[in-house]
């Protein structure tokens, strides 16, 4: 119960989480009948192992207020934060040197060890963050992707963006780069086995078709189209050109 308010508290990301919420997230809607007391009995072993860890520590990291409490803490303590600090820098800054956001961007995917906050469950608001980081974690990889077919690393990708694909099998972006990656590693065959798979998938799950664009890449890739090779189509900008 105390991993899961720790990780409440980080899921806030400094700002006050009330009381309301913080019960939700430990008991669900079966709160215990004294149900403020045992809160304030997790929150009194918290401030202990915090007093024990960091006695110098000016400045109490965990506040009460009257509506609830407030956690602080800074990126650079919580990996999963710098991972998301990291991730935004990277795709804000100009495309001048690819080869650093590719070493960056697998530095910060590195500090990655397993799932968000350890497997906890938790709440609403824990549930929220998990999803949030683990669709953070997937669009960083694409961007890596992306950066990888650009610089002409395609060999190298297929293994990871093969694995990455299996765990998100509906996900086209994914689906759009290991078939460049494919058809440029000379494996036409299976780059176009990748789509039909995916098409298989969607329309017995959701009755739908590929979007346009994904199905512009299968048509490249039967065409052989030479903007296939270039290495600036990759990714997004695959897409962007595509649906031109």
């Known amino acids: 119960m105390k991993q899961t308010l720790v990780a409440a508290f980080i899921a806030a990301n400094n700002d006050l989480i009330t009381v309301d919420a913080l019960a939700e997230e430990l008991w669900g809607t079966t709160p215990p009948l004294k149900m403020e007391n045992a809160l304030q009995a997790q929150i009194s072993r918290i401030r202990r192992v915090l007093t024990a860890m960091e006695p110098d520590r000016r400045e109490p990291r965990l506040v009460t207020s009257v509506s609830g409490y407030r956690f602080s803490v800074a990126w650079t303590e919580v990996d999963a934060m710098s991972f998301l600090h990291t991730v935004d820098v990277i795709r804000s800054r100009p495309r ?7 070493a960056d961007l697998r530095s910060a995917l590195s500090l990655w060890r397993g799932p968000v906050f350890g497997g906890l469950t938790g709440g ?3 549930r929220t963050t998990v999803a949030r980081y683990d669709e953070a974690r997937t669009t960083a990889h ?3 992707f992306d950066l990888e077919l650009r610089v002409g690393n395609h060999a190298r990708i297929v293994p990871e963006l093969t694995e990455l694909f299996a765990q998100n099998p509906m996900r086209e972006q994914l689906c759009s780069l290991l078939m460049v990656a494919l058809y440029r590693s000379g494996r036409q065959i299976e780059a176009l086995e990748v789509y039909r798979e995916l098409r298989k998938r969607i329309a017995e799950e959701l009755g739908i078709e590929p ?3 994904l199905r512009r890449f299968e048509k490249a890739i039967l065409d052989h189209d030479p903007l296939l090779l270039y290495e600036d189509l ?3 900008a695959d897409e962007q050109r595509y649906a031109s």
């Open 96 to 102: 001048v040197d690819p080869y650093r956001d590719i």
């Open 124 to 126: 609403p608001l824990c």
């Open 142 to 144: 694409e961007l890596l």
């Open 211 to 213: 979007s346009p664009i």
């Open 234 to 236: 990759a990714g997004t």
